[in-house]
């Protein structure tokens, strides 16, 4: 029942097997990283031939456990070269799990330079020339609706913006949400390798696929309850992101002093209400209109972390506006207005470009003279060039470490060619542990130690002082790469860090829906495993230990108001996957 | 009596010592190497203050040796990330080998953002702003000008033009020569360590210098004589290069089927005799006027590979117009017209640009849509754009590798992100062995295995199979790690390749001038221990033998008109290293 579809875009061959006996219980992260570690050469060009996608549902994805629906796409990454992973909201996820597919891979490339639709549904895949008139710079808002209209408007979407088409180091796979909004595998720049394969747009119909089939369906229920009630008590995942968004943790990390502002050269601004997730909370209230304070990315999503902004008339702009991209665009480089930052972040969403490493592309980009500190005007301007694509859009494209390239900088926030997000590794140290180390290219996502440094949830450490924080970052990382294998939002964490029966409770949905009996230990192995594999890829594509270092200035320049450098060493850094 | 010269940016102090006891007795690359792997932290950023540049004449430097006037510059190149030799001719090399000066050693980094001359003279050296009137885009040759004006016609100078300014990754160091026109430390970025060092230029006066001590004057005639006479009578050395200086090559491998074209992607053009040494010698015979078929870069050079390139009214426009500039721009990129190509080399050496690196960036920016194929014009334009800089010419200046990066491509000819130059590995097999394992980044001149493979001179290979190519790469790179060390020009090469008696007599000046007596094992042992500091510092940078490789499409891409493919298995390459 459970399908293993290859789409070969080389024949223009679809394959449907039963799932390989060496994948049978995997999902999520775990599935994608271990596919890429047995299937793709880790020499090969990202953008090459050999490299491959793979699409996978989480274990717990297309069940009715809330906050199950993200899905893990994998692959070898053009922008670092390392293993990738990068997960997304939508509907994508819950639609493969329904019909059945606990993987879709995508391999070849084709020789004629059309692109193509993949279409999924209950009985086919098939393969068909794309409509040329979504090819060629069309924004993503077009082309979902252009896709909805041919497919029908339930359909799932997986698409290759204008920078996927182009193939630019930063792109994104973008993702329809439920309401034909945007989500985004973002990091990583697989939509460039999704457009090396000419793949335009994956598109999934669900229609007359049957409920995901659930071993013990009580059982799994009433650890579905206690799960739901661990996320919606938890003061961060029950009430924190649905008022104010992810955005809250501007105030958070300005006051810690830990919020890189103006290409990491201060951890703390004076204009942080201007971009504020009490501002954006109070903007989005005022306004009305189509407005949303809170909002779910996938079905059955309860934090509801994201919000829908709308302009001054209480049209919408953008959705998914996350803290993130808001930092980058707002502390970073400046731009203080929070209309101008949603329209950048709406433009970033239709071209497909990760809106982190643009951001942080931006802001070394104004270090670098190519565009002016805090000019939102000139950075949307830019930031639109990129579905040209001009030559300076391409350079944004290309992400932050090629800016610092050619404009000749020392001070470039990159781990891995990747850049270094919205917290400042000198005054949250955990965190820097986590940016240096991971498999994926510096990553907040991959060990989000902000938790225990920052909000004292699951750990309560002193961001400022090395204690305790490499066994920390190692075991944020291992937990995180089992959360990313279950289908589940990465911010079920809050909910469960201090909680041991909510964390029994999600063990508690696998198990009741696989008929299995895993163990908290198990889960841990599993974990432990998925980085084990991602390191192993790594280091055959060359990388060692010399890579999982933070960017020389870190060590040199002390972040005021701290005045705090980044002081572990090699060997303390090593010692963080030494398990 | 022999001087260790250190000029800190930072303190803007000088200091001049004798020379450290371990590096005495070494000179040009085994010097910088030694000195790069014992100084340089090898995971600094190469732009930072932790970098340094390393000036050093070769042992022969100085005397009135043949071809002996090269510099070796050493530093962290910012192109590779590897340590990073790159040797040149003009005038430098001897007048800081008449004054004792064994190195040079720029350190450290102003806090202001003025740009500073170093002036080196008999008794002093001093640190003084530059002349704002050659700062910011004004050409080198302007530069030359200006300097010469103002420190004396008959000063050396080295200076970081417009790109090394902007610290882009392909600048390299410009050097004047003896008629005021421009030589090059050209590949590897070192323009740009030069430019982050605010050291607009070097300047050395070496009046009231005496001459460089000979120990055995009289050995060191009779050696010379016999060296001379041996680079005199090869039919390579004595003639081909000073009739039809390096581009006597194009027609030797169009024939040879291994003249990479349009990208790489076929070994032979129809074009060949628009851009042949055979057209450039009768060009400039025809034009006369300023046009000088065969030429030195430096004093003392018998072997004269260089022109002096005029337009049609016989007006000087370049010299050192190579054989791999003319390659890259007029087969690589298709650009069939001589005086075109004449104009894009001048406008290379005023910005201080690599011009392999660039005329590569360049083919592969036209296959990436970038610039229009075979356009000369468009691309002088684009070229041009580098000393402004805009985004096309940063793009441009950035090298090959980001070209192909922000184009999306995966047919990228670099390795360790340095473009591949002007000899396709799949059809001269022995120089893809060179490319793939040298601690420099592609580079033919680090183990010139065009020589046994197509010219047949010191071994006598088939460019089409495997059997004894390894062995050779291995012997090559060796050798030329000595050579580079003497001060030699490497095209002595062919002169001793297949003469004992004149590759003693290279060894016995090396021994009449310094009162020693080195054997060929010895020289064999000097290059060896050169590769493996090289190969140590890279070691310490994150480089693994999976860096020891070619770009995967050669493996899959057979070249026309032989049709094949690069097939050396890794384990084979890492063979190239081991001893």
Same mark, same amino acid.
């Given at each position: ?170 792109? =994104? ?7 034909? *909004?945007?989500?985004?595998?973002? $990091? %990583? @720049?697989? +939509?460039? /390798? ?77 204009? =942080? ?7 954006? *909370?109070?903007?989005?209230?005022? $306004? %009305? @209109?189509? +407005?949303? /304070? ?286």
């Amino acid at each position: 029942m459970n399908k293993f579809i290859r789409v070969n875009m080389t024949t223009m061959q679809v394959t449907t097997e039963a799932v390989p006996e060496k994948y049978v219980g995997l999902g999520g992260r775990a599935l994608t990283s271990n596919f890429v570690n047995d299937e793709v050469k880790p020499t090969c060009h990202a953008l090459g031939k050999n490299n491959k996608l793979i699409f996978a549902p989480g274990l717990l994805s297309g069940t009715s456990a809330p906050n199950s629906g993200r899905l893990s796409v994998g692959g070898k990454s053009p922008l670092t070269g390392t293993i990738k992973e990068s997960n997304t909201g939508g509907s994508f996820s819950q639609k493969m799990a329904k019909l059945g597919i606990k993987a879709l891979v995508i391999e070849g490339m084709p020789k004629d330079d059309k692109f193509y639709i993949i279409k999924i549904d209950m009985n086919n895949v098939t393969i068909e020339e794309s409509p040329t008139e979504i090819l060629s710079g069309c924004g993503n808002y077009k082309a979902i609706e252009v896709l909805s209209e041919k497919y029908g408007k339930n359909v799932g979407i997986g698409l290759a913006g204008p920078a996927g088409e182009y193939r630019l180091p930063s792109a =994104n796979i973008s993702f329809k949400d439920p309401e034909g *909004n945007i989500r985004s595998a973002g $990091r %990583g @720049g697989l +939509g460039a /390798v999704l457009g090396s394969k000419k793949v335009k747009a994956l598109v999934i119909d669900d229609t007359g696929a049957t409920a995901v089939p659930i071993a013990d369906p009580e059982k799994f229920r009433a650890a579905s309850k206690v799960f739901s009630k661990a996320l919606l008590d938890h003061p961060v995942a029950g009430q924190g992101l649905a008022a104010y968004g992810t955005d809250v943790l501007v105030n958070i990390l300005n006051e810690a002093g830990g919020l890189p502002s103006y290409n990491f050269t201060t951890g703390r601004i004076d204009h =942080n209400d201007i971009i504020s997730g009490e501002t954006l *909370n109070a903007t989005i209230t005022e $306004r %009305g @209109g189509e +407005g949303k /304070v809170s909002h779910g990315c996938h079905r059955g999503c309860i934090i509801r972390c994201s919000q829908w902004y709308p302009d001054k008339q209480g049209k919408y702009i953008t959705s998914g506006f996350e803290y993130e991209t808001i930092w980058g665009l707002g502390a970073d480089a400046g731009i203080q207005d929070l209309d101008t930052i949603a329209y950048i972040d709406r433009a970033m969403d239709d071209i497909g470009i990760d809106s982190i490493e643009t951001a942080v592309a931006v802001a070394t980009a104004m270090e670098g003279g190519l565009l002016p500190w805090g000019d939102g005007e000139a950075v949307l301007e830019a930031v639109k060039q990129i579905a040209v694509p001009t030559p300076l859009g391409r350079i944004l494209g290309g992400g932050c470490a090629i800016v610092g390239k050619i404009c000749g900088l020392y001070r470039v926030p990159v781990v891995k060619d990747q850049a270094i997000p919205a917290y400042d590794p000198r005054s949250v140290k955990g965190i820097g542990l986590t940016y240096a180390t991971t498999t994926m290219g510096a990553d907040h996502t991959a060990g989000y130690c902000i938790s225990g440094n920052i909000l004292k949830v699951g750990a309560d450490l002193d961001p400022l002082k090395k204690d305790g924080q490499i066994e920390y970052a190692r075991a944020m990382q291992i937990g995180t790469a089992a959360v990313d294998s279950t289908g589940m939002c990465l911010f079920v964490y809050f909910g469960i860090a201090d909680n041991p029966g909510g964390y029994q409770a999600l063990i508690d949905m696998i198990n009741a829906q696989y008929g299995i009996s895993l163990t908290a230990t198990d889960v841990d192995k599993l974990g432990e495993s998925v980085l084990k594999v991602e390191r192993a890829f790594n280091k055959r594509a060359g990388f060692t230990n010399v890579h999982d270092r933070l960017p020389e200035f870190f060590e040199y320049e002390p972040l005021p108001p701290h005045n705090e450098v980044w002081d572990f060493t090699p060997k303390e850094i090593d010692e963080v996957y030494n398990f």
